[in-house]
């Protein structure tokens, strides 16, 4: 028999009395911040404190008496366990016959029923669907309300960190630079006023970071901007001394994050204003439109021009991204040789293992924090994609199979991200084909040449030919863009070849710089990534038009002891060997340990 868990179905109970009292009859909570981050805090976790599941997905939905949560594949298992004896029914995303929440908020509610949430956690696409879906009924909606701040007492505080000046000549441009071109798209949009609510994008513009979401250097933060101010709303407590005498002198004009929702409510408005639905949250994206309408001018949706200014680095912010990549690819080579001259004779787990390397890391000067968790997965761990193992749930690492290393950090001058996947005994034959397979498409791709226009769906075949050829496939994107001392996944470019409907396409150019990541895959045996990073750059103009390709900014060895040369033709082969010449002359003047440099000769020799 399930024990009752009875913490949890006394919150839920005194949900649904603030519920009962602020008259919603259905209540949804997801899984985000006010800024739709990669990462939550833990002031944002409303849906893990009703329901118990602490997954990284999951929405919950209540009503007086229903509870149930929706997650994906990746959690069911983690979901039931955590929610026995809660009372919430677990909606297995996907399946066949579950609902999903639009669909069975239509089935269940009643003609003048209210649905609630937080509009300020629920991002804009979303609730603009709840709104289609819901269109048939006559529901009303109350999104300006967090019930948490009725029921959780000891909730803990919003992040709230010391922000941080980067000089000028760190970023390669000023803000006053950078916020004239903001301005002359503003015009070319026909904008008197712009809100950004992009975390990284406001960050990049004023030249401004934080520590506000985990292993991204932001702050909470909204900016307003017309063509003579500019409004930067953040936490009070976070503007030091140095913040606010840069903030005086460029002319950012602070103001307190929670005063954002009153000044865009009270704002006057004497033109159209511009605004990027997929980077704002429901209830400010509502706010905005009420206001416009009332004031007689126009919402316009349009992406937020400082998303590709941010992705094209400059020449500063690229000589300074190559030099970090460097150091860190020493710091991965010298790891690297550590897990192989030590497996099988010191205790070694999936967790020690990281620890290992996020150590030798955090040694580098001007290192400022990872830039995700280091995910070390060993043998079938490394089939799913994004394992993490915890120091209580971690795989002994033996002198057999392989160990899946994907990790970086962020230092100042740049944001890293690299995989390597590292024999440590014996392989078979196929795992021996995949995982040669899987180095000839990231080099493929990276040395591929391709016409200027291309985005990541023309070239993403070039990762995915030697597998396809094998009939294997690996069920993610193959690059994603790197932010500049930023986020670790940027946008608006990436290389994928299936594109959904809504999603956007961006043109690939000089400048950008993407992750090569192609894989393996092969559930309860084997997993395989080779991850280097890459920037694009100019090859030749002729008659036919402008070419580009890409440079590696990744330089640590491939393991030939998983390379089968049966599968490779000589263009392969040499492909191989002229990047492991790179790395040797790249890599080995950094390095001083005699042995270590000796292993590294032998681990690029030409084949």
Known sequence: MVKENTVIKDRLEKLRAAMAKNGIDYYIMPTSDYHNSEYSADFFKVRE???????????????????????????????ENQMKGT???????????????AEFLFDNMKDGETLGFDGKVISTSVGENYEKKLSGKAVKYKIDKDLAEDVWTDRPALPCHDMYVLSDELCGRSFKEKLANVRSKMREFGATAHLLSKLDDIMWLTNLRGNDVECNPVALAYAYITFDRFVLFVQEKEVTDEVRAYC?????????????????????????????K?????????????????????????????????????ETELKNIREVYLKDSVVLTKFIYWVKKNVGKIPMTEYTAAEKLDGMRAALPGFIELSFPTISAYKANAAMAHYEATKDNAAEVKADGMLLVDSGATYMGGTTDVTRTI????????????????VMGMLNLASSKFMEGCTGRNVDTFARMALWEMGIDYNH??????????????G?????????EGMHEAVLQPGMIVSDEPGVYIEGSHGIRIENIVEVVERETNEYGRFLGFDHLTYAPIDFEAIDKKYMQPKDIEKLNNYHKMVYEKVSPFIDDEDVKSWLKEATRAI
């Not at 929702?261 to 704002?267: D, H, T, Y």
């Not at 704002?280 to 905005?288: I, V």
């Not at 994107?477 to 940027?490: D, S």
Request: proline share 3%; glycine share 10%.
């Open 248 to 276: 005086d002198k460029v002319g950012i004009e602070l103001k307190d994050y929670h005063e954002v929702m009153n000044f865009i409510s009270e704002v006057k408005l004497d033109g159209n204003v511009l605004c990027d």
């Open 423 to 438: 024999v440590v005994g014996k392989i078979s034959e196929e795992i021996k084909k995949h995982y040669t397979a899987t």
């Open 492 to 500: 608006p470019h990436n290389i994928r070849w299936r594109f959904n």
């Open 278 to 314: 997929r980077n704002t949250n429901f209830l400010t994206y509502k706010t905005l439109l009420d206001r416009t309408k009332e004031a007689g001018v126009l919402l316009k949706n349009e992406k937020d021009p400082t998303e590709i200014m941010k992705a094209v680095k400059n």
């Open 49 to 79: 404190y009703f329901c118990g599941f602490d997954g990284s997905n999951g929405t919950l939905v209540v009503s007086q008496n229903f509870a149930g949560m929706w997650t994906d594949g990746r959690y069911f298992i983690q979901a």
């Open 87 to 101: 009372g919430v029914e677990l909606f297995k995303m996907l399946n066949p016959g579950v609902p999903t929440i």
């Open 477 to 490: 994107g193959t690059g994603h863009g790197i932010g500049y001392m930023l986020n670790v996944h940027e």
